[in-house]
């Protein structure tokens, strides 16, 4: 048994200052999945996604002192993880020159086990709704995420993002609305009246169905150790 399983993130944090080696490879081993997960759906590239999570990671490792413990490590984790992926968004867009083969790019975020296995309508399903979210404006697609597709409440989302909760409440709106029109026809295949999938967060009828996530770990490249 891993001698750190007991101990909280709090104190594997506190370790990892204090100079143990091994503290912030076990907080990496616990949040990494769901960081993952949080920058494939915000920038809908794998390999950008799994450099944003390292930068994330770094950064942590290296500001690990900074926490004061004023939210949860998971937080502050997601945090660093959003802004790492808000500011590649950024640089991506200030150096693209050419539109990008959406179904190319979109067609790697399906794992080979997830192709082979879902019906063509459901890869078609996660195909158009990322292609319709890249579209949003970052700081929206970032909000929108987190609250329709990773289905944090929006109080903790907003500690995430380091804003008010009234801001991410109206970054979420926006972002439903311009991203309606681009998916409404998609709900029409299963001829209900409701949305495309459920979720505690979501609002009927505009919310963002969750893409298939990788489960491999080691999509992250190197986790953190570098100091």
């Given at each position: 048994?891993?001698?750190?399983d007991g101990c909280s993130d709090q104190d594997l944090?506190?370790?990892?200052?204090?100079?143990?080696?091994?503290?912030?490879?076990?907080?990496?081993?616990?949040?990494?999945?769901?960081?993952?997960?949080?920058?494939?759906?915000?920038?809908?590239?794998?390999?950008?996604?799994?450099?944003?999570?390292?930068?994330?990671?770094?950064?942590?490792?290296?500001?690990?002192?900074?926490?004061?413990?004023?939210?949860?490590?998971?937080?502050?984790?997601?945090?660093?993880?959003?802004?790492a992926c808000l500011d590649r968004a950024r640089k991506?867009?200030?150096?693209?020159?050419?539109?990008?083969?959406?179904?190319?790019?979109?067609?790697?975020?399906?794992?080979?086990?997830?192709?082979?296995?879902?019906?063509?309508?459901?890869?078609?399903?996660?195909?158009?709704?990322?292609?319709?979210?890249?579209?949003?404006?970052?700081?929206?697609?970032?909000?929108?995420?987190?609250?329709?597709?990773?289905?944090?409440?929006?109080?903790?989302?907003?500690?995430?993002?380091?804003?008010?909760?009234?801001?991410?409440?109206?970054?979420?709106?926006?972002?439903?609305?311009?991203?309606?029109?681009?998916?409404?026809?998609?709900?029409?295949?299963?001829?209900?009246?409701?949305?495309v999938s459920g979720g505690r967060n979501r609002a009927?009828?505009?919310?963002?169905?969750?893409?298939?996530?990788?489960?491999?770990?080691?999509?992250?490249?190197?986790?953190?150790?570098?100091?």
């Amino acid at each position: 048994m891993n001698s750190l399983d007991g101990c909280s993130d709090q104190d594997l944090l506190a370790r990892h200052v204090a100079g143990d080696p091994d503290a912030f490879g076990e907080i990496v081993r616990r949040h990494r999945d769901r960081l993952w997960a949080v920058a494939l759906r915000t920038l809908g590239d794998r390999e950008e996604a799994a450099d944003a999570v390292q930068d994330a990671l770094v950064s942590a490792y290296r500001a690990a002192h900074t926490f004061r413990g004023q939210s949860a490590v998971t937080t502050w984790l997601h945090r660093i993880t959003v802004n790492a992926c808000l500011d590649r968004a950024r640089k991506a867009a200030s150096r693209r020159t050419s539109p990008v083969a959406e179904t190319e790019r979109l067609e790697q975020l399906l794992e080979p086990q997830e192709s082979a296995a879902v019906p063509a309508e459901r890869q078609d399903l996660h195909r158009e709704v990322l292609s319709a979210l890249r579209t949003l404006p970052e700081e929206q697609r970032a909000a929108l995420v987190l609250v329709d597709m990773q289905g944090y409440p929006v109080a903790e989302a907003a500690a995430i993002l380091d804003v008010p909760t009234g801001t991410v409440k109206s970054r979420c709106a926006r972002g439903r609305a311009r991203l309606l029109p681009l998916v409404t026809h998609l709900r029409a295949d299963g001829g209900g009246s409701g949305p495309v999938s459920g979720g505690r967060n979501r609002a009927q009828g505009t919310s963002v169905p969750p893409t298939a996530g990788p489960n491999d770990t080691g999509a992250v490249k190197g986790g953190g150790g570098r100091a």
